[in-house]
T-cell receptor, first 111, second 113 residues
Framework: AQRVTQPEKLLSVFKGAPVELKCNYS??????LFWYVQYSRQRLQLLLR??SRESIKGFTADLNKGETSFHLKKPFAQEEDSAMYYC?????????????FGKGTHLIIQP | NAGVMQNPRHLVRRRGQEARLRCSPM?????VYWYRQLPEEGLKFMVY????????ESGMPKERFSAEFPKEGPSILRIQQVVRGDSAAYFC???????????FGPGTRLLVL
């Protein structure tokens, strides 16, 4: 069964420090992976998807099939990055239908 | 474009009552997805609908839960004879087609007393 694991419930780093939010997955086949973000009092929104290979707000994520990981990284954290971050993959084999989400990591950027 | 709308934002029900959650997708979106988030958990997929059709309901409990997306009007997630374990946040998302990004609504917080 598809599963997403985000091992860190809470991650606190200082402004300007590098950030890495971990995501590991189990999936049969070649997955498409996503990172969603929820800022305080806002709705969940897509941050990036691996298929687009974009860098959004300075964040990047590389799919490592050997380690089954899709860690989210940013070299220099900013205070406005404080939010809940969710890693997700398709619920069932292939296609972009429903998504399976991890439990999320609460990122706090300290000034 | 107002984005995905959900109402009510908060709903309180007593055990045994029915809960109806509504979702209006973004303009031009014909694909709707429902998710449930239990406390301290990630969002769990429940059901995927297109206009008048249920495409995938494999994430939905077999009993008491149903969903529809009529030709006119919002998508409805209906929970009959609610129990305390149904207390959760229910999120709706929409997309213009299966390949595009899903846009999420603000969620409905259901509390069963």
């Amino acid at each position: 069964a598809q599963r997403v694991t985000q091992p860190e419930k809470l991650l606190s780093v200082f402004k300007g420090a590098p950030v890495e939010l971990k995501c590991n997955y189990s999936y049969s086949g070649s997955p498409e992976l996503f990172w969603y973000v929820q800022y305080s009092r806002q709705r969940l929104q897509l941050l990036l998807r691996h298929i687009s290979r974009e860098s959004i707000k300075g964040f990047t994520a590389d799919l490592n099939k050997g380690e089954t990981s899709f860690h989210l990284k940013k070299p220099f954290a900013q205070e406005e990055d404080s939010a809940m971050y969710y890693c997700a993959l398709p619920y069932s084999g292939g296609g972009a239908d429903g998504l399976t989400f991890g439990k999320g990591t609460h990122l706090i950027i300290q000034p | 474009n107002a984005g995905v709308m959900q109402n009510p934002r908060h709903l309180v029900r007593r055990r045994g009552q029915e809960a109806r959650l509504r979702c209006s997708p973004m303009k031009g979106h014909s694909h709707v997805y429902w998710y449930r988030q239990l406390p301290e958990e990630g969002l769990k997929f429940m059901v995927y609908l297109q206009k008048e059709n249920i495409i995938d309901e494999s994430g939905m409990p077999k009993e008491r839960f149903s969903a529809e997306f009529p030709k006119e009007g919002p998508s409805i997630l209906r929970i009959q004879q609610v129990v305390r374990g149904d207390s959760a946040a229910y999120f709706c998302a929409s997309s213009p087609n299966q390949e595009e990004t899903q846009y999420f609504g603000p969620g409905t917080r259901l509390l069963v007393l």
